[in-house]
Antibody, heavy 118, light 108 residues
Framework: EVQLVQSGAEVKKPGESLRISCKGSGYSLTSFWISWVRQVPGKGLEWMGRIDPGDSYTNYSPSFQGHVTISADKSISTAYLQWSSLQVSDTAMYYC???????????WGQGTLVTVSS | SYELTQPPSVSVSPGQTARITCSGDALPKQYAYWYQQKPGQAPVLVINTDTERPSGIPERFSGASSGTTVTLTISGVQAEDEADYYCQSADSSGTYVVFGGGTKLTVL
């Protein structure tokens, strides 16, 4: 059974760094791209960027370029989303999702709630 | 930047037909996909490649495409269909994934 299991909820202060994870199982992580999707409470889905875990090639939405970093460790079937300096506006639910053949997202993680507050 | 436009809300009575549109200039070149999201849950794919229904999705869900607009149709709406619905596609180059703003379906 294919699963994407994300790390737990986080509460951080502005300016702090953070890395959240997404562990794939039931398939080879290197076979499909992993994307990260943001959902601010009460708002819609926003695509942040994606990684090819096979070669670690990434591309980012212009809206998120330079503010987050997506990475992966294929040896442990895990993708990551990280911030070097969080802002209050980063408060949101973050989902990882597997993109099937550069098309649709067929499997999603359960989401990681990140709360940034002073 | 490229955008997909959806109506913010659609309301129908049980048993009626709900239609949710999604418009974007690149839709003639790029496939569209539809997701259902219920409160507190991750999105679930209900239509892929404009018109295909994944296994396990009820037959009352269907998709259509015409020019720069794609449409999700839910025939015989049930109370359990009340949710947010999002279209997803890509820009004309296929580089960037884009989601529509979402449509809240209310079953009266």
């Amino acid at each position: 059974e294919v699963q994407l299991v994300q790390s737990g909820a986080e509460v951080k202060k502005p300016g702090e760094s953070l890395r959240i994870s997404c562990k794939g199982s039931g398939y080879s992580l290197t076979s499909f791209w992993i994307s990260w999707v943001r959902q601010v409470p009460g708002k819609g889905l926003e695509w942040m960027g994606r990684i090819d875990p096979g070669d670690s090639y990434t591309n980012y939405s212009p809206s998120f370029q330079g503010h987050v970093t997506i990475s992966a460790d294929k040896s442990i079937s895990t993708a990551y989303l990280q911030w070097s300096s969080l802002q209050v506006s980063d408060t949101a639910m973050y989902y990882c999702a597997r993109r099937y053949n550069s098309s649709w997202f067929d499997y999603w993680g359960q989401g990681t709630l990140v709360t940034v507050s002073s | 930047s490229y955008e997909l436009t959806q109506p913010p809300s659609v309301s129908v009575s049980p048993g009626q037909t709900a239609r949710i549109t999604c418009s974007g200039d690149a839709l003639p070149k790029q496939y569209a996909y539809w997701y259902q999201q219920k409160p507190g849950q991750a999105p679930v794919l209900v239509i892929n490649t404009d018109t295909e229904r994944p296994s396990g999705i009820p037959e009352r869900f269907s998709g259509a495409s015409s020019g720069t607009t794609v449409t999700l149709t839910i025939s015989g709406v049930q109370a359990e269909d009340e949710a947010d619905y999002y279209c997803q596609s890509a820009d004309s180059s296929g580089t960037y994934v884009v989601f529509g703003g979402g449509t809240k379906l209310t079953v009266l």
